[in-house]
């Protein structure tokens, strides 16, 4: 990958979690009655979360190298993925129980159905894009990177964090995470073009 692909990557991102985050803040505020700030507040949050999930994505790629690097066997590899997933969906529904006490069960479950829904749409289309063997680890990538990268604003410490902003979080994170993971392989599929 050459530089300019490079920044065309992290720029175009940026922008993503930019306008991403003026629609669904605007949208999320609308149907919810949340204020999520002033518009460069929103915008500014747009490209934060943006950068998260570019940090997120690039951390990805290296941890993936690695660990094809120990693990020779494909087949050990994606189980590993998948049941690092399963763990991780698992504790989300558990942070969100913990989080939402006494609400409905809808609350609790909304924002890992989310993810788990958003990432295996990702997948599928990643896999249908270019090879078979993307699915499980685009899954990982969007169920795990997604889910790492807003942790802050799913289990808080300075105190409770209500569902519209967790949800306005992770959407843009999943949107970043989808666009990076989608861009990736047509970068790869259009340098090789021009090889």
Same mark, same amino acid.
């Given at each position: ?5 490079? @920044? ?13 985050? %003026?629609? @669904?803040?605007?949208? %999320?505020? *609308? ?20 950068? =998260?999930?570019?940090?997120? @994505? ?21 189980? +590993? ?5 399963? %763990? ?8 969100? %129980? &913990? ?15 989310? +993810? ?10 990643? &896999? ?5 063997? *993307? ?5 990982? @990538? ?23 902003? =967790? =949800? ?11 666009? #990076?993971?989608? #861009?990736?392989?047509?970068? =790869? ?7």
């Amino acid at each position: 990958m050459t530089l300019k692909k490079l @920044f065309f990557w992290i720029v175009s991102t940026l922008l993503v979690g930019a306008v991403l985050s %003026i629609v @669904f803040g605007y949208g %999320i505020g *609308a149907i919810t009655g949340t204020d999520f700030g002033a518009f460069t507040q929103i915008l500014l949050t747009g490209l934060t979360f943006a950068a =998260v999930a570019e940090l997120g @994505f690039f951390s990805y790629l290296v941890f993936n190298w690695l660990a094809k690097g120990f693990l020779r066997n494909p087949k050990l590899f994606s189980s +590993i993925q998948i049941f690092l997933i399963l %763990i991780l969906l698992a504790n989300l529904v558990y942070l969100n %129980i &913990s989080k939402f006490a006494g609400s409905s069960l809808f609350t609790h479950l909304f924002v890992p159905v989310l +993810i788990l829904v958003v990432s295996l749409v990702v997948a599928w289309w990643k &896999s249908a894009r270019s090879v078979q063997q *993307a699915f499980v680890p685009t899954l990982f @990538f969007m169920v795990v990177g997604t889910t790492l990268e807003s942790i802050p604003s799913i289990n808080s410490k300075a105190g409770e964090v209500p569902l519209p902003f =967790v =949800v306005f979080t992770v959407l843009i994170l999943l949107a970043c995470n989808s666009y #990076q993971i989608l #861009q990736l392989s047509w970068l =790869v599929k259009r340098s090789q073009k021009d090889n």
